[in-house]
């Protein structure tokens, strides 16, 4: 006789709760550094799981589903929670579920719990934040709650690593079931739609009462075949069941009972007691005039900070990546596979991790003033402003966090629930002009705006480059309101915000929070960025027949010559290879579609190279040029662009032609860092060449006018 021995199934834990009740906290503190981030299939949803111990020595995988208020899903993150608890996710099937509920916000998270146990499901009740509620003065007696519940309920506190030993072993007896489900349900189920329950369960034994109302609700979202779907769907009409009255009418039963269990083992203060420190602090962040004062101060310094702190990374970034060329150069053959290697394959990687210091600088600042419990505040006081032109409080983050960079800021408009709301968001928020654009605005501000002042201390050109910011601004709130009515998604927007209490942040959930962003970043968006700073290496790099070749053999013979200044040689010889390459015909192709904004050719190719990211041009502009590269490169270029001169002996860079390039560079969606999030945030090209296509119309017609206006 053969024995087969069965390898055993690795248990699976889920970790749900309201949003804000400490679940990414116990997340972080059981898995440790154990964790990995992925997204949930078909959805923009991040999907966090990791590994830990049990007391049996029993290796589990622990997944942290999207937080949700109540099993009626809104979102596309609640409906992915929603499917897991159903059974209806082909990936993720739990063994256990370990329920978040906040015990200062006892009464609203005990809806969320109790429609879990209803569903029938294993769970343990891990209760946080019992050091605030005793602040507040709630006294919870645990013993009496989980023979109300009958289910094991843990005090935990995440922050100082008190009872996680407990909670495991609260896990693993209820994964080994220890403790049995509940004999009844928390409130009549039956009741609510007794014949259709009945019937449904006719068919489908094995679904709870609870369950059974979940599936004449909502079973067209579910993966059942034609047969079921009819069958359930005629249950509904020969019943009247009505979905709408049933979750009321559920609602209304589940706090009714949710008070006698509140009495049985819960202790509350008297309400008239003296307001709580986060009361008293509202009055001033919320005031109608201080409250807006402080937010935009806050807001200008989060906005700042990114730049002052991610400079320095960035710059080192730039030096490293700048020195492992130099030396690779003088080592390697002077070939194409070299020049691939250096001006390709290296010059793509530093377009990717140059951009990681804010990434991970941004989305820390953000995890510091969610934890602070600030950042509700400021999506509540923008919330009036921003519905207006169709978007809601939760917009101004991205937005705001787009005049530092749009790749991090698109990546945040995640938290945005409504799916009409975080498209508009994601399609303006590279309006914002973006640190990238800083060095074309200075060198074109300072070669056309006079260096004069107004009233003898506004400097003019420094209030050209405050409009041009501004621009994007007004621009940006202009597009969101007049797309709102071509986008046609039809989704109830409600701003439901909870406002949190101020607490200290958790310094511990920052770095796997900046960390988790930037491997994001790098991981996905990077392989798109570095698929299309291949192909530019190539159509700069490469021109039709042999024409880089007869170039190179023309000024072969001049620097072999003795005496010649070879330096000044080789940046002409750079300069006219990329006139000649495929980007530089590209130039000179568009040069008549381009020539009524005021730009020639050589401008052209410095927009067909500067698609790689913005700051791009300058460089572009110093090679064509033939500016060398020395520390006063700035100055010889301003110098050289100067004295351009057209064909008809007029200067190629008048005021009109710089405020019309400027304004191009306002609007134009130069960057395709920001392209490819957008392509991994809409999981769609759709939405990127839509993008790309009413940014470069919008970029032309305002460029077309200014050059008209001020030629």
Sequence with gaps: MQIVALKKKKLHIALVGNPNSGKSSLFNCLTGLNQSVGNFPGVTVDKKTGSINLPSNESAQVIDLPGTYSLYPRRQDEWVSYKVFLNQDKEIEADVFVVVADASNLKRNLLFCTQIIDLKLPVVIALTMMDLARRKGIKIDIPALERELGVPIVAVNPRKNKGIPELKKAISLTAQLSYKLPARDFIDNKALAAAAVEEVKQHLPQLSDYTAIHYLINHES??????????????????????????AEEILQRYSRIRQVMQQSVSEPDQLQKSLFTEKLDNLLLHRRWGYLIMLAVLFLLFQSIFWLAQYPMDWIDLGFLKLNQALSSVLPDNRWSDLLLNGIIAGFNGILVFVPQIMILFGLITLLEDSGYMARISFLSDRLMRSVGLNGKSVMPMISGFACAVPAIMSARNIENRKERLLTILITPLMSCS??????????????????????????????????????????????VAKWFIKIKEKSFFILELPV?????????????????????????????????????????????????????????????????????????????EHSYAGIMGKSIEPVIEPLGFDWKIGIALVTSFAAREVFVGTMATLYSVGDDKKQELLLKEKMKQAKRPDGKPVFDLATGLSLMIFYVFAMQCMSTLAVVKRETRSWKWPVIQLIYMTGLAYVMSWIVYQLFK
Excluded at 228 to 247: A, G, H
Excluded at 442 to 453: A, D, E, N, R, S
Excluded at 523 to 530: P, Q
Excluded at 546 to 562: D, G, L, S
């Design 436 to 481: 990238a654009r800083l060095p074309v605005y200075t060198i074109l501000i300072g070669l056309v705006i006079p260096k004069t002042y107004l009233l003898g201390f506004l400097g003019v050109q420094g209030l050209v480059m405050m409009a041009l910011y501004l621009l994007g601004l007004v621009m940006a709130l202009i597009v969101s309101y």
């Design 502 to 578: 101020y607490r200290s942040p958790r310094w511990k959930n920052i770095l796997p929070a900046m960390i988790s962003k930037a491997r994001i970043f790098v991981f996905d968006a990077g392989k798109i960025i570095m698929v299309i700073s291949l192909v530019l290496w190539g159509l700069s790099s490469f021109g039709p027949g042999n024409t880089m070749r007869e170039v190179e053999q023309r000024y072969e013979t001049r620097i072999a010559q003795p005496g010649v200044d070879t330096a000044a040689l080789q940046q002409q010889l750079q300069s006219e290879k990329l």
């Design 222 to 247: 579910f993966a059942l075949d034609n047969t079921m779907q009819q069958m359930i769907e005629n249950i509904e009409l020969k019943n009247n069941f009505n979905p709408t009255k049933t979750q």
